[in-house]
């Protein structure tokens, strides 16, 4: 096995913290082949679907991939922006509003970026940018407040797998989940009082989360526990009694059961017990992407509207909006505690080059 080297390091190259925030992915394009290229990849993960390899890469190939790239791209086609998929340009906003706090407090010394677990810009590709710029202690926070194999640890497989590769690692934090964490509750809480202030509040709101199979549960992943503690802490803030909230699990696949109760099936079915208008708001997805606007705002909109309800008003997920910003900053800098700023003053620079220049003289020819 081969590692790839730092072929141009200077040893007078300043040192940097890095920061990389990831989310999902996206298609580079809302087109089938776009759609087959990252559907084969996201799927076939086996943190995504735990299905042994043989069976379900008769299932994906012989199936899936010949059938829903066609169905997901008409879905893409109906949100994509001039800039690309909304999750993508709303995770740039993120990292770009992110490395403007940051840098506030630590100048040039700190370097943010953004990268995705399934299509571009990819991890490997990020890292070795990070690389390049000096990037000596890392911090990867992936924006899944709660904590699911299939999200938070795959994309920590996805680093490890990166590094298996390098000859020289950074040193490595990484956030693996923050669903009770306060100011990420505050920021909700209060981008939820904003938008009730505008429009006004509904008879009930509905907290809708990305489902998993059960099975995952059953397992011991933590991912259901912790949606309903920030659920209930989002609640408590918000001053919510029990009757007054819901929590729900969307974006369910295949046959099998996934974590209930569902969304579509509780709009479909809220109506019927004398619930005539809703609010609904997604606290696990970080950015508003495909299974927010197309799915929520627009299909599920119609499943409750259409089953007899009256108001259904959609709260955008927290994107690059203050308050969500500056709870990720304070995220970052608590996970950043205990690592000194580099010493890139110039006359540090100049010598460490200096003892190296000695030390490369002084090897035998």
Known sequence: MSF???????????????????????????????????????LWDPRVVEVPRPIWWMILHGVILRIRPRRSAKAYASVWQPEGSPLLTHTAHQAEALRAALKARYGQDI??????????????KVLDELQAEGVRRLLVLPLYPQYSASTSASTFDAISRDFQSRRWLPDLRFVSHYPDFPPYIEAMAKHIEAHWAEHGRSDKLVLSFHGV?????????????????TSRLLAERLGLSREDYLTTFQSRFGREEWLRPYTDETLKALPGKG????????????SDCLETIEEINVENRHYFLDAG????????ALNATPGHIDALTQLVEENLQGWARPDNA???????????DRCREAMPD
């Open 4 to 42: 790839q080297g730092v072929t141009d390091y200077r040893h007078n190259q300043p040192d940097r913290l890095g920061v990389l925030i990831t989310n999902l992915g996206t298609p580079d394009a809302p087109t089938p082949s776009a759609l087959r290229r990252y559907l084969a990849e996201f």
């Open 111 to 124: 370097v943010v970026a953004f990268a995705m677990r399934y299509g571009n810009p990819s991890i490997p």
């Open 213 to 229: 199979p059960k099975k995952y549960l059953l397992r011991g992943d933590p991912y259901h526990c912790e949606c309903h503690k």
């Open 275 to 286: 619930v005539r208008s809703i609010d609904v708001f997604c606290p696990g997805f970080s």
């Open 309 to 316: 309800g009256e108001r259904f008003e959609y709260i955008p």
């Open 346 to 356: 110039p006359e540090t620079l100049a010598a460490r080059q200096a003892r190296a």
